[in-house]
T-cell receptor, first 112, second 111 residues
């Protein structure tokens, strides 16, 4: 059981480049989330998806887009990367019954 | 807006000591509270989940308590080991889908 899988684990971009972070969960969870973690700022919610076909903005959505491709997959896209988006990005999911958050290992993004 | 505070930000103890990590929150209307462990460069691993109707949960050497009326949760670690060294975060959820995280307590257990 792989849980929540994120790719890539590391990425270096130049300012203005675009990229997509992929997330997949194999636990049949309905809700999925994208967070960013920065020193001194804690975990901040970027976007979430309560169910397949729905997405909602979190605390810091500017500069990002998301797609809930199906129940398993939730991707995060940076259209024009900026140095302020240098961060560690975490995908998470929760089952309907307990509300317990499960996290992926993280994707470490550096924008030069 | 819910605010979650973890004090202290860092803690260093000798091996074998029992210790308590604190988590406080400002709004008692929570759905559940979850404690996580994060090792350097890694993701968050769920340790214990306490539903709003529960007072405590236990797993091995870990015990988490919840007092909604006072807006507090504690994570008790018995007989600490160097392998317990990590950052411990708590998170409270409101209306199932929204979570608020503390900034964590960095624990160092010295051999």
């Amino acid at each position: 059981n792989a849980g929540v899988t994120q790719t890539p684990k590391f990425q270096v971009l130049k300012t203005g480049q675009s990229m997509t972070l992929q997330c997949a969960q194999d636990m049949n969870h309905n809700s999925m989330y994208w967070y960013r973690q920065d020193p001194g700022m804690g975990l901040r919610l970027i976007y979430y998806s309560a169910s397949e076909g729905t997405t909602d903005k979190g605390e810091v959505p500017n500069g990002y887009n998301v797609s809930r491709l199906n129940k398993r997959e939730f991707s995060l896209r940076l259209e024009s990367a900026a140095p302020s988006q240098t961060s560690v990005y975490f995908c998470a999911s929760i089952p309907q019954n307990t509300g317990e958050l499960f996290f992926g290992e993280g994707s470490r993004l550096t924008v030069l | 807006k819910q605010e979650v505070t973890q004090i202290p930000a860092a803690l260093s103890v000798p091996e074998g000591e029992n210790l308590v990590l604190n988590c406080s929150f400002t709004d008692s209307a929570i759905y559940n509270l979850q404690w996580f462990r994060q090792d350097p460069g890694k993701g968050l691993t769920s340790l214990l989940l306490i539903q709003s109707s529960q007072r405590e949960q236990t797993s091995g050497r870990l015990n988490a308590s919840l007092d909604k009326s006072s807006g507090r949760s504690t994570l008790y670690i018995a007989a600490s080991q160097p392998g317990d060294s990590a950052t411990y975060l708590c998170a409270v959820s409101v209306n199932f889908n929204k979570f608020y995280f503390g900034s964590g307590t960095k624990l160092n257990v010295k051999p």
